[in-house]
């Protein structure tokens, strides 16, 4: 029901905005009633599209945020901007992040550091500064975006899937932490989805079996409260599930198969 994330706040922060899975997060947090949405990722010229959309068709009131959560600090520097805004974040996507696909050695040094520190320690350090907000008022939820790679081996694109694995593991203990503190904290896994991402990481287009971007949202916001993980999609439960029962040996010599095709060396950032 559209009430029923209200019941954490009104205002919510969504990292990695811009595009994909971030920009649909905003636009649902808006049709469900929250007033205030601060809409945070590097484009600004996407986030004042999203901004003038939302607040076009609903009443939420969309905040842009420019910042790069991959530079040191830079979570510190969004705490003090909410803070000066007069916010308390209710709900919190922490959903920034890229992926590189490529061997190691042949990928870019730096940007393979930068995708560490964005999709893992801005993650941490984000959930950091909100979460004693959020314990302090016994009430709020985080929603942290894994991918389905963070729980199978994948070779070619060995550090993006090392650091959705640690995110997937980082918010599944996170939710236990928070059991009884009026916290919700739910991971979220999903696949194939039809954003700027895949194309941009350098991996083919598939006619099926990809998701949208609204499918994560929708099944994400179905378990927030329920679970610690949701897995986005019939295929990519059977995918996620389906691989605890096989010998790692054969699990690798399978994803070694499908990855070796999808070999690339762009990147896509939200």
Not at 181 to 209: I, K, N, Q, W
Request: glycine letters at 10%.
């Amino acid at each position: 029901m559209a009430q029923d994330l209200l019941r954490y706040g009104t205002t919510a922060l969504v990292t990695g905005a811009s595009s994909g899975i971030g920009a649909a997060f905003c636009r649902e947090l808006a049709k469900r009633g929250f007033s205030t949405i601060v809409a945070v990722a590097r484009r600004g010229d996407r986030l004042e599209a999203l901004q003038q959309e939302i607040q076009a068709s609903t009443q939420a009131k969309v905040i842009p945020i420019i910042i790069d959560l991959e530079k040191p600090f830079a979570a510190d520097e969004l705490l003090v901007r909410t803070n000066e805004l007069g916010l308390s974040i209710d709900l919190l996507v922490n959903n920034a992040g890229f992926g590189l696909l490529g061997a190691l050695e042949t990928v870019d040094r730096a940007r393979l550091l930068g995708m560490i520190d964005l999709n893992c320690r801005a993650v941490v350090d984000v959930a950091a500064q909100y979460l004693s907000g959020m314990k302090e008022r016994r009430r709020g939820a985080m929603i942290i975006t894994s991918s389905v790679v963070g729980a199978v081996p994948a070779p070619w694109f060995s550090v993006y899937a090392a650091t959705k694995s640690f995110d997937l593991y980082f918010g599944e203990a996170l939710h236990a932490e928070c059991l009884g503190s009026g916290v919700d904290v739910l991971t979220v896994l999903p696949g194939l989805t039809r954003t700027e991402f895949h194309a941009g990481a350098g991996l083919r287009d598939y006619h099926s079996p990809y998701r949208s971007a609204e499918h994560v949202v929708q099944s994400s916001f179905r378990a927030l409260g329920r679970k610690a993980i949701v897995v986005d999609g019939v295929f990519n439960k059977v995918l996620v599930h389906g691989s605890r029962f096989l010998p790692r040996t054969i699990l690798l010599t399978i994803s070694r198969y499908v990855m070796r095709m999808e070999l690339g060396s762009t990147s896509t950032r939200g």
